[in-house]
């Protein structure tokens, strides 16, 4: 990968790391407020760069949002990407991935980059490990991926493995926390972006590598963290396990045995108007803390290499070692999650004539929506239908709660995207404003206070034939909403219905994670 970057930006910046340690980062509520406070804008941007930092990114609206979403419709192939800190991540293939090939991905972050440098201020550990984490999820919208982090700190540059987990109060708190994402949102494919050896350099990089090798196995472990399995999560083996760093940084050339399977970031996307790193390039700029905010690449191939290091399915790979893609000897069709049960499908008839359908039903609204977005509503509320179907018929079926939690963690992600595809497809949208607190001073200002209030619009967007009857609020327990005024009006053909709220803060609200 051909990183162009600013002098006074040295490639070395992005690592760089405070050595005083930085305590675990507490987050707040309205926290698109306080990213809007603490990062700065860039000093130029290009017409490719600028994004809303709140909305959807265009890519991601009306049409190309159908288009993609109908793209993930396709496929229940599901990726968990392993990294140390914010900025660690390859946002190439993430992109790639999700935006290219419709894999539902997820990026787990070890820790928050809270002892790390900032570039655009003054504040740093906890503060900053909220900064770096706003960061982070405005890149997780170019990548097309979800974040999730666990709860050990940044406490600066480590030299070794041994003394991150000493500093991290052990080596099972932070693998506690990776088994537990994988047991929760149970992927197919891990892909960490360390090997786990002294070629990944920073020991937080090291032991990132490391514990996610170990978690691929201990998932699947029930005498591995069993009060996880009190809680009813249940043991999840992973079906393939790959890690990166396996050949030299930013080359396009690799030894053939260092790698199973290679990708080409650099691939260009019509839908993107530019290759997929190109885009997550615009997407790691948002990591401006990090003094990124220069660097650009250049058109033409640029290959991410990586090597299958654990696997519980048979050999796939050719003569040379090779695998096409991540998902080779994975059936990742809607009617394989049928095919998964074996022998206990007989448990549940229903189920793959009901995946037929809503297969069906996806490959019609591709088709209408050639023609019109519009055209593609009607068969996706009935492949939702389907599925919300389904999953009632799952919940009470004589599967064993293993094969439901599968089917059931696979059918709500199918039930989300159809009911995001469907909301693209009618052409409806809602915005939600909020005026801050009054506050002594502006950091105060951004903080939903426990026992206050604060307000909120929302406009909802419709086009006819859609009817608006009701806006309400899907608060946290303990938050309580009064609508104070209501409005409807005309604007670009669409009508909209605007509401005001008075939203109450619970008296024992506790701080918002991000």
Not at 7 to 16: C, R, T
Not at 281 to 292: A, C, D, I, P, Y
Not at 414 to 425: D, F, G, S, V
Not at 485 to 504: I, L, P, W
Request: proline share 6%.
């Amino acid at each position: 990968m051909r990183l162009h970057k600013p002098e006074n930006n040295p490639l070395s910046m992005i690592n760089a790391r405070d050595p005083r340690r930085g305590g675990l980062s507490l987050g707040i509520p309205l926290l698109l407020l306080l990213w809007l406070a603490l990062v700065l804008p860039g000093v130029t941007q290009s017409a490719a760069e600028k994004a809303d930092p709140v909305g959807p990114l265009p890519q991601d609206s009306g049409s190309a949002g159908l288009k993609d979403e109908l793209q993930r419709l396709h496929t229940t192939a599901r990726m968990l990407h392993t990294t140390a800190h914010p900025d660690d991540e390859d946002g190439g293939l993430l992109t790639f991935e999700s935006r290219g090939e419709g894999i539902t991905a997820i990026l787990l972050t070890l820790n928050r980059g809270e002892g790390g440098q900032n570039k655009v201020g003054s504040n740093l550990f906890d503060v900053l490990g909220v900064l770096r984490t706003l960061e982070l999820t405005q890149s997780d919208r170019y990548y097309g991926a979800e974040q999730r982090f666990t709860r050990v700190a940044d406490f600066g540059f480590s030299k070794n493995p041994d003394e991150t987990f000493q500093k991290w109060q052990g080596h099972d708190v932070a693998l506690a926390d990776i088994v537990r994402v994988i047991r929760t949102l149970r992927r197919d494919v891990i892909v960490s972006r360390f090997g786990g050896t002294e070629r990944d350099g920073h020991g937080n990089h090291q032991a990132s590598g490391i514990l996610s090798r170990e978690a691929f196995r201990a998932a699947a472990d029930p005498n591995r963290f069993p009060e996880q399995l009190k809680e009813g999560l249940l043991p999840w083996q992973a079906k393939k396990m790959y890690v990166d760093n396996v050949c030299p940084f930013r080359s396009n050339e690799c030894p053939d045995g260092n790698w199973t399977v290679r990708v080409n970031t650099g691939e260009q996307s019509a839908a993107l108007g530019m290759s997929y790193l190109q885009f997550a390039v615009q997407g790691l700029k948002r990591q401006q803390s990090q003094g990124v905010g220069g660097w650009t690449v250049d058109p033409g191939p640029h290959y991410a290499f990586y090597k299958l290091v654990d696997s519980v399915l048979p050999p796939s790979a050719d003569k040379d070692g090779h695998e096409k893609d991540f998902w080779d000897g994975i059936d990742t069709s809607l009617p394989g999650l049928g095919t998964r049960l074996g022998a206990d499908q007989s448990k549940a008839p229903f189920l793959k004539p009901g995946l037929v359908q809503v297969q069906a039903q996806i490959d019609a609204a591709t088709k209408l929506a050639q023609q019109s977005a519009a055209a593609a509503g009607e068969p996706l509320l009935e492949g939702l239908r389907i599925v919300r179907r389904l999953v009632a018929e799952v919940r009470g079926s004589a599967l064993t709660a293993k094969a439901k939690d599968e089917l059931l963690v696979n059918l709500g992600e199918k039930e989300k995207q159809l009911e995001r595809a469907a909301e693209l497809a009618s052409g409806v949208s809602l915005n939600a404003t909020l005026d801050a607190p009054i506050a002594a001073n502006a950091e105060d200002a951004l903080m939903a206070v426990p026992g206050q209030s604060f307000r909120l619009k929302a406009s909802f967007a419709y086009p006819e034939p859609v009817q608006w009857k009701s806006t309400r609020l899907d608060l946290p327990p303990g938050w309580s909403a009064k609508e104070i005024n209501s409005s409807k009006s005309d604007s670009a053909g669409k009508h909209v219905s605007t509401s005001e709220f008075e939203v109450s803060v619970s008296a024992g609200a506790q701080y918002t994670r991000p």
